[in-house]
């Protein structure tokens, strides 16, 4: 870990591979992906590197002096994004992650790469804007996942965009307590397999 106190900073280019190595260290549960997967990669492929580069202007990292070492990505409009996915994300990367019917854990979350419309709900339409944050552990409980968390809700009201939503696994308990503290709620929508939870871009 660096001496040098982190700071919050604009996303760029040559974060891209640290950006993808803490989304596999954060993958499973806000735990290590790499001792569950035989490929880890495909969760920065389906959970961090369409959004950087789709919509880099809403992708901010924390900076340790040597690298990123924790992010937040996300877009200010789900059904444009959506479309944007299934147009040229995911052509781009079916060929290294073909759809499967297998049982592996990742064939589960290559499923989820090829169906981009689980992300529409009708509950979540007064929530259009949705994001993903990651911190490497040994960075969390200082403050940073709150600054990145205010530094985006700005990027989106900047951008007349009134409320974010995430979506999250239910056993994450550590996430969940993270998010209640900065303001989010509950949504109600109909997926057992995933919590949702919104509020305003507005920062106090």
Same mark, same amino acid.
Not at 48 to 63: K, N, Q, R
Not at 140 to 160: C, E, K, S, Y
């Given at each position: 870990m660096s001496t040098v106190e982190p700071l919050i900073r604009p996303y760029g280019d040559a974060d891209l591979d640290a950006v993808r190595d803490i989304c596999i260290r954060t993958g499973h549960e806000g735990g290590d992906a790499r001792p569950l997967y035989p490929d880890p990669t495909i969760f920065p492929t389906a959970f961090? %590197?369409?959004? *950087?580069?789709?919509?880099?202007?809403? =992708?901010? *990292?924390? %900076?340790d002096g040597e690298r990123a070492v924790g992010y937040i990505v996300g877009t200010a409009d789900t059904r444009a994004f959506v479309k944007r996915y299934r147009g040229e994300w995911l052509p781009s990367v079916a060929d290294r992650w073909p759809l499967t019917d297998g049982t592996s854990r990742t064939d589960g979350l290559v499923r989820l790469l090829h169906d981009p419309e689980r992300m529409l709900h009708p509950e979540l339409d007064e929530y259009p804007a949705h994001l993903h944050i990651d911190l490497l552990p040994e960075? !969390?409980? $200082?403050? /940073?996942?709150? =600054?990145?968390? =205010? $530094?985006?809700? $700005?990027?989106? =009201?900047? !951008?007349? *965009? /009134?409320?974010?939503? /995430?979506?999250?696994v239910p056993t994450n308990t550590a996430a969940r307590a993270f998010y209640d503290r900065l303001g989010f709620h509950e949504i109600a929508v109909p997926d057992p397999s995933t919590t949702y939870l919104g509020r305003s871009t507005v920062v106090g």
């Open positions: 961090s %590197d369409p959004y *950087v580069a789709f919509e880099p202007e809403l =992708a901010y *990292v924390v %900076d960075y !969390q409980g $200082r403050g /940073l996942g709150r =600054a990145l968390m =205010a $530094r985006f809700l $700005r990027a989106l =009201a900047a !951008q007349d *965009v /009134l409320a974010v939503h /995430l979506g999250m």
